[in-house]
């Protein structure tokens, strides 16, 4: 399973990445990943005009979306588009952060789970 990462470099400009969370076969029920420790979990809406500039993430957590379309821009200006079902990875938490908005006037239903510091995928 796949998931986008948000990271920063050692000068502080942030990029794209992948990251490859491993599963396993979990039985009838599926393909399972580790058990992962986790942090608080926070439910957010975000209005449909949202348009926050640059800003780094205030910790590192999963951001889930749930309903809504966003847009995110890293340091280079690339520009990537998420939606319903998408899990972003955001490590960015120094430098320049990025930004995101709201797409198509919609608002966003989304999910963030802290991550603890020793928990990596």
């Known amino acids: 399973m796949q998931i986008t990462r948000i990271f920063n470099d050692e000068q502080g400009n942030s990029h794209f990445g992948t990251v490859q969370i491993e599963v396993s076969d979990g039985g009838p029920i599926g393909m399972l990943s580790k058990r ?13 005009d949202y348009d926050f500039k640059w ?15 966003c847009e995110f821009m890293v340091s280079s200006g690339e ?29 966003r239903h989304s999910i963030f789970i802290t991550l603890p510091d020793d928990v990596r995928f």
């Open 36 to 48: 992962f420790e986790v942090g608080q979990m926070l439910f957010r809406e975000t209005p449909a």
């Open 79 to 107: 520009t990537r588009q998420f939606g319903a079902g998408d899990v972003l990875l955001l490590e960015d938490t120094e430098g320049q952060g990025h930004c995101s908005k709201a797409l198509f006037n919609e608002v």
């Open 55 to 69: 800003h780094p993430a205030p910790q590192r957590q999963l951001l889930f979306i749930i309903k809504g379309r």
